[in-house]
């Protein structure tokens, strides 16, 4: 029996990443600071504890282990990425779970991790066409991400290579295109558009409004999680290190997305497009290389995802809250 331990299993994706590596046979420990909020917490092993503390570290990473899973960051979406209020905590929280991590694999002999980079990481100026924007790997450099994000992301890639050239431990690394699905954060301000957009549609009255952040016209590709977590496999169980985009190629613009969202929920309901955070114009996977390498790329189409996401938000309202209590987001 594989031993796996993944960092970050508190979470949304870690917690869908240990349902996945069990039903193909693993013994899964995790680690997080926090349990999970929505119950999705099934590993063989849990243990509470802060990552940014090398002693939790040693304690999480043992010599028995056969992979390592590395999700767990200090992140959220544009309303605690953009603001700049949280960089600092941002940068210093994330590198010091990577440093520890790292270094206790190399000390443990565990070869083979995998790394949850981000595709803020991609430089500004090449995703100011909405319509146009570059996220092919290889354009990455020279850098400029649009966030404190972004640059410890990329920065924490670098970490990860050099570990693999200094020390042989086999780094897998993914960028991530915006994440989403059921049993993910949908309110409390760390919450992604898709899911704050399912949100406000669920909660607002047949005839009101939502508020949309920006023009509208900034476009996105959006991600299920079971395709991300099928890519995260297909990833580690290869020869290649990546860095490599997992995400979709179904561009959207915002203002569509939450037309699409409405239409869903059966509602009249108007958008309102006011200032607020939003990061580049345009962004959308580029999955030539990992048709490339993995002979795969995702395929479910944007829609089945956001009914099942839009569903199960709209559930997570009831139980909060009988009908009659709900208000317009």
């Known amino acids: 029996m594989k031993k796996a331990l993944v960092c970050g299993a508190g979470g949304f994706i870690g917690g869908h990443l240990v349902n996945r590596l069990q039903s193909e046979g693993y013994w899964v420990r995790g680690v997080d600071i926090k349990h999970n909020e929505y119950g999705n917490e099934h590993a063989d092993e849990f243990i509470i504890g802060d990552l940014r503390d090398p002693l939790v570290a040693a304690k999480v990473v043992t010599s028995d282990l056969d992979e390592i899973y590395q999700l767990a960051a200090d992140m959220g979406g544009a309303g605690f990425v953009f603001t700049g209020e949280n960089d600092a905590s941002i940068m210093h929280n994330s590198v010091l779970c990577n440093l520890n991590i790292l270094e206790e694999a190399k000390h443990k002999g565990v070869k083979r ?3 949850s980079s981000s595709a803020c990481m991609y430089p500004e100026y090449n ?3 909405p319509d146009n924007p570059k996220c092919s790997e290889d354009s990455a450099y020279p850098a400029a991400p649009d966030s404190e994000y972004g640059w410890e992301k990329l920065f924490s890639e670098r970490l990860y290579l ?13 960028r991530f295109h915006n ?3 059921p049993q993910g954060t949908w309110e409390g301000g760390r919450e992604k558009a898709p899911a704050a957009v399912c949100r406000k549609v669920a909660m607002a009255e047949d005839g009101g409004s939502i508020d949309i952040w920006g023009d509208g016209k900034q476009t996105r590709s959006f991600l299920i999680v079971d395709e991300c977590i099928e890519g995260i496999r297909r990833l580690m169980q290869s020869d290649f290190s990546g860095p490599v985009n997992i ?3 179904e561009m959207i613009s915002l203002n569509d997305f939450a037309r699409m969202v409405i239409g869903l929920s059966g509602k009249t309901i108007s958008i309102n497009n006011i200032t607020g955070p939003t990061g580049v114009r345009g962004r959308n996977s580029d999955n030539r290389l990992i048709q490339e390498k993995l002979g795969w790329a995702p395929a479910t189409p944007l829609r089945v995802g956001v009914e099942k996401t839009y569903y199960w938000i709209a559930e997570q309202i009831q139980k909060k809250a009988p009908e009659h209590e709900l208000v317009e987001a």
Request: glycine share 12%; charged share 20%.
């Open 179 to 181: 994440i989403f699905g």
């Open 247 to 249: 995400g979709s190629e």
């Open 162 to 174: 050099t570990y693999q050239r200094n020390h042989g431990i086999e780094a897998r690394i993914a």
């Open 127 to 129: 995703q100011m066409d």
């Open 113 to 115: 991790i995998f790394y």
